[in-house]
């Protein structure tokens, strides 16, 4: 559903006008609501359509609560789960808590991924790819059996 890349400017409220092409991929489902949490493995924010959001609601809920990982996951993830929706301008209120946990201040990167979508901070964001990026071309890091799979 969701992909691409798109340079926005979180406003001095902390709202973040989420660019059109993905409104109006919303809109075509009659969502008019995002729930954002933190990635428990980057400094990024995740932002669920609502739909898309319950069914892993519902992964997370079927986590044993035995399995201390688990708990975690469920702490991080659905402990910072919060809806947020969109106002007549097409903008969402991003989460003061979540903008400081992952440094996201104005400059802020959108990315599409296929059922959620990634803010980052710019800067983050740069960095960490350029890293990634390099990591791939020097062969210093394996490349996933899934990556490796794909033919590009």
């Known amino acids: 559903m969701f992909r691409g890349f798109n340079a926005v400017t979180i406003d001095a409220k902390g709202r973040l006008a989420v660019p059109a092409r993905f409104r109006e991929l919303l809109a075509a489902r009659n969502v008019d609501t995002l ?22 609601d519902s992964k997370l809920h079927a986590l044993p609560a035995a399995d201390p990982e688990a708990r975690m996951a469920k702490r991080v993830v659905l402990g910072h789960a ?12 991003v989460p003061q808590e979540l903008r400081d946990l992952v440094h996201i201040d104005r400059r802020t990167v959108v990315l599409g991924q296929g059922n959620k979508l990634e803010l980052w901070d710019d800067e983050s964001w740069q960095r960490r790819r350029g890293e990634w990026l390099q990591e791939v071309a020097s062969g210093s890091t394996p490349t996933s059996n899934v990556l490796a799979s794909l033919s590009l």
């Open 82 to 93: 919060t809806d947020c929706q969109f106002d007549a301008q097409g903008r969402v209120l």
């Open 35 to 56: 729930i954002m949490t933190i990635s428990p493995w980057d400094r990024c924010i995740w932002a669920y359509p609502l739909p898309e959001w319950e069914g892993i």
